[in-house]
């Protein structure tokens, strides 16, 4: 048998760590080995990300930095996966000879294979741009980046087609798992370890529509089911749709204590004019009633955005209003991003681009409100008590360890590595905008 080893590079969204997840596993139980690095891999896996352009530019330099390489030793092939592939699969397959394998988030469940006859005989696959063909690799993701913690998509794809986003072309359209496939695959990851789930979805609340109807098939039903799996202490969601965003959803987190109190509701603008022309099918005034619902339903919850500053049209007392929401409403944290045009959807081909440089002016000064709301948040935080998971080494710091609390806040702590994968008890002593410093108790 061939000896065959892999590496895994991950550009991009939770969905894209999820399906690295199931392809190491199922990499794994064929024989092969993963690499310590890609320099000595046979195949680097690149799982990539086009909702920005930006993060498509990151991944083509990355990718041509093997030409070198290969044209050395014919060594490592490349896997190009995730939603780069899907739209600029073939393009990139016929420029980089290196890429052995390109397959967009439909075709994942033909990529194992794909790579073992490119070791094998050296034929290639380019699965092209078609969204619906193959589906997800069938097992679940056993072998984790983080043994403590797992993903699990429910649903995948997008049926919103907002005007500014590429989601839907490149995913597909929105398709539900059967829920028993879901709460079995949960059940296997908490048999397997993982003490923290969350269930990944494009837009999450809206799991269930395309069954046709019947409560089982709704997300509250499919929260409630996953949170009553035995020796499951934390379920997360995300990302959620604020049309889709309905109160029987609160309801099961207020009856669940497992169910963290940490919400992801992109807003994507403070104007309804704004959203209006993005197609996001709710006004300010309707996000504004459900941040106040969800914050009258449950204890100190945490609720984060998103937001696109520099949508084409967009004036500046548009964008102040996206600042006053922000004054309003108070995130925990805010994922901002300049408008990034993307072929094929209908905001690309507006002659009312916003210039690149105001676009960037607007995302600084949004980026500052938000950053002294977040450093106030936290600060009131010092001097409280936590739980929480001890997941992984912290980015800096000898002898610290990073974890996160029920409402996602990150904690650094010091502790031995050994506590990796527990739950603790934390004093809060220390704050920033974007973290917590704490001491055990």
């Known amino acids: 048998m061939i000896e065959k080893s892999f590496f895994i590079r991950v550009i991009g969204c939770q969905m894209n760590v999820y399906d690295g997840d199931k392809l190491r596993g199922e990499l794994l139980s064929r024989g092969w080995q993963e690499a310590e690095s890609e320099d000595c891999a046979d195949f680097v896996v690149f799982l990539t990300c086009s909702v920005r352009e930006r993060a498509e530019q990151k991944a083509a330099s990355e990718i041509g930095k093997f030409g070198k390489k290969w044209k050395k030793s014919h060594r490592p092939r ?35 294979d794909a790579m073992d006859r490119a070791l094998e005989t050296g034929a290639r696959f380019v699965a092209g741009s078609e969204t619906r063909a193959a589906g997800p690799i069938s097992c679940a993701p056993r072998s984790r980046g983080n043994p403590h913690k797992a993903y699990v998509t429910v649903a995948n794809g997008c049926d919103q087609f907002c005007a500014y986003c ?16 879901v709460l079995d695959e949960a059940r296997e990851l908490v048999r397997n370890g993982a003490v923290e789930i969350t269930l990944l979805g494009q837009n999450v609340d809206a799991y269930g529509k395309d069954f046709g109807g019947g409560a089982r098939g709704r997300f509250a039903s499919l929260l409630n089911g996953v949170s009553s799996i035995d020796g499951l202490r934390r379920v997360r969601f995300a990302t959620s749709h604020p049309s889709d965003f309905t109160d029987d959803i609160l309801d099961v987190m207020g009856s669940r204590p497992n169910i963290c109190p940490s919400i992801n509701l992109p807003v994507q603008a403070g104007s309804d004019r704004v959203l209006r022309e993005m197609n996001r099918r709710y006004t300010k005034d ?134 990796a994968g527990t739950f603790r008890e934390a004093r809060v002593i220390g704050s920033s905008p974007w973290c917590l410093e704490g001491e055990l108790v």
């Open 78 to 112: 490349l896997a190009l996966l995730g939603c780069m592939a899907a739209r600029l699969g073939d393009n990139l397959a016929r420029k980089f000879p290196w890429i052995a394998v390109a397959a967009g988030p439909a075709h994942m469940g033909l990529v194992p």
């Open 166 to 181: 590429i989601v839907p072309y490149v995913r597909g359209r929105f398709a539900s798992r059967a829920p028993d496939d």
């Open 286 to 419: 309707e996000y504004v009633s459900l941040v106040r619902r969800i914050r009258a339903a449950l204890p100190e919850p945490a609720i984060t955005t998103d937001l696109i500053v520099g949508f084409p049209g967009e004036t500046e007392d548009d964008f102040e209003e996206s600042v006053a929401l922000f004054g309003e409403l108070r995130f925990d944290l805010a994922h901002t991003a300049a408008y990034s045009p993307r072929d094929g959807t209908p905001a690309a081909s507006r002659p009312d681009q916003v210039p690149a440089a105001e676009r960037a002016r607007r995302l600084v000064r949004l980026n500052g409100v938000q950053t002294e709301i977040s450093r106030k948040i936290n600060a009131s935080m010092v001097g409280k008590t936590y739980e929480v998971l001890l997941d992984e080494p912290a980015p800096k710091g000898e002898g610290m360890l990073q974890g996160r609390t029920a409402t996602d806040k990150v904690v650094l702590v010091r502790a031995p590595l050994e506590m």
